[in-house]
């Protein structure tokens, strides 16, 4: 054979090794980056809950804090009465 078809020969062994290692190394890099994103998207599936959750608590804490404005309302309201009352 000829010594430029030998070194063609062995560049394209070369490059072909080389592709393949390249391939290989693509795949686990995708396969790190599909974890990444999973794992982000449960990241944000959690805060997602922690938000409904605050925000629940805190609907919460304005219907106890309206409640408790009606009743004081509501005393007010008797003791006007009472005063009233006692005027007349």
Do not use: W, Y
Request: overall charge positive; glycine content about 10%.
């Amino acid at each position: 054979m000829d010594p430029v078809q030998i070194t063609i020969i062995i560049i394209s062994f070369i490059l072909t090794t080389l592709i393949v290692i390249l391939s290989i190394q693509v795949f686990h890099i995708m396969k790190e980056f599909r974890i990444s994103i999973q794992k982000v998207n449960k990241m944000l599936d959690d805060g997602g809950k922690v938000t409904g959750i605050v925000s629940d608590s805190a609907t919460g804490l304005a219907g106890f804090f309206g409640g408790i404005k009606a009743g004081m309302n509501i005393l007010s309201m008797f003791k006007k009465e009472r005063e009233h009352e006692r005027e007349s």
